[in-house]
């Protein structure tokens, strides 16, 4: 399915009214309990240069869950997977997802299996209290071809074999790429989402990387309405400064319409909504945070 900004602008308001009454809801599921939390990309800079004092920040403003995206070396932004989560915990922090990159060099295809250092990526995301273990991007080296695309996808699979047996989940999150990139006449999104099982494979939306890549966020989660279990919330406006021409900004200041998405994607079945901020117009990355967590609760989550 095809969705022109023109054709979904005409229909949003329609498009919103019916999604409380999709199929398989009902105003009781669509309150469940979710969890809001901040992936610590958001202040990135800080946590490279003081991950404890980081933690204590977020935990003081009120977050109670962060995502990682600093697994490097077998360890979490310096410390091992028992110390990070005991560090975690001495906060009352929960780490429920990570990002770390799936490449094809983390497979081998004589032994069919994954390499050592795979592995332990995964073993160490469960000690550190992981549910998700998310790969970020694809490497463009395997999205040139549709064959390319189609082989890689299959590790997806595997991988979510080998979280299975720790008691996760694999999941893929998006960039821009996959909404301009077309490969066998179909975007590489759709050929994703329609590649992988949801029983293995984990969707994580990330609302504003997709704009950059010419998609519309609200269209995309009704596209495909029961398949996002995580989302990275943001807002977007016109860039700054870069090669982009979206930069992320506060919530609620932009062009998403973020609180929309997420009411579709609470209805729906997404139970973490991760708050993630890249650029701050000025602002300290850490007002920043707060700032977008204080809106969220407004919003009721």
């Keep these: 399915m095809n969705y022109s900004r023109r054709t979904f602008l005409k229909n949003s308001t329609l498009a919103v009214a019916a999604a409380g009454f999709l199929p398989g809801t009902s105003f009781a599921s669509a309150f469940k309990r979710e969890m809001v939390g901040v992936q610590l990309y958001s202040v990135r800079d800080a946590m490279r240069k003081d991950p404890s004092g980081s933690l204590k920040k977020l935990a003081d403003m009120g977050y109670k869950y962060v995502e990682h995206a600093g697994y490097g070396n077998g360890k979490f932004y310096g410390y091992g997977a028992k110390e990070f989560r005991t560090l975690l915990d001495g906060y009352g922090l929960k780490m429920h997802s990570g990002h770390t990159r799936l490449d094809p060099k983390d497979y081998d295809p004589a032994k069919k299996e994954f390499t050592d250092e795979w592995k332990k990526l995964v073993e160490d995301a469960a000690v550190a209290g992981q549910k998700y273990v998310i790969s970020p991007w694809i490497d463009e080296s395997v999205r040139k071809s549709y064959d390319d695309l189609m082989r890689f996808i299959e590790l997806?699979?595997?991988?979510?074999?080998?979280?299975?047996?720790?008691?996760?989940?694999?999941?893929?999150?998006?960039?821009?790429?996959?909404?301009?990139?077309?490969?066998?006449?179909?975007?590489?999104?759709?050929?994703?989402?329609?590649?992988?099982?949801?029983?293995?494979?984990?969707?994580?939306?990330?609302?504003?990387?997709?704009?950059?890549?010419?998609?519309?966020?609200?269209?995309?989660?009704?596209?495909?309405?029961?398949?996002?279990?995580?989302?990275?919330?943001?807002?977007?406006?016109?860039?700054?400064?870069?090669?982009?021409?979206?930069?992320?900004?506060?919530?609620?200041?932009?062009?998403?319409?973020?609180?929309?998405?997420?009411?579709?994607?609470?209805?729906?079945?997404?139970?973490?909504?991760?708050?993630?901020?890249?650029?701050?117009?000025?602002?300290?990355?850490?007002?920043?945070?707060?700032?977008?967590?204080?809106?969220?609760?407004?919003?009721?989550?």
């Design 156 to 301: 997806f699979g595997k991988a979510g074999e080998l979280c299975k047996a720790h008691g996760m989940k694999f999941g893929y999150h998006n960039h821009d790429f996959e909404f301009n990139t077309v490969l066998n006449n179909q975007k590489v999104f759709d050929i994703i989402m329609k590649n992988t099982d949801p029983a293995l494979v984990a969707q994580q939306l990330d609302m504003g990387n997709l704009y950059n890549g010419g998609a519309i966020a609200i269209a995309i989660v009704m596209q495909y309405p029961d398949r996002f279990e995580l989302m990275h919330v943001k807002d977007e406006i016109k860039a700054t400064s870069g090669n982009e021409k979206y930069e992320s900004t506060i919530l609620g200041q932009g062009i998403v319409n973020t609180k929309q998405v997420c009411d579709v994607g609470r209805k729906n079945g997404t139970k973490y909504f991760i708050i993630e901020q890249e650029s701050y117009q000025g602002k300290d990355p850490f007002d920043s945070c707060k700032d977008d967590l204080d809106i969220m609760k407004k919003w009721g989550y």
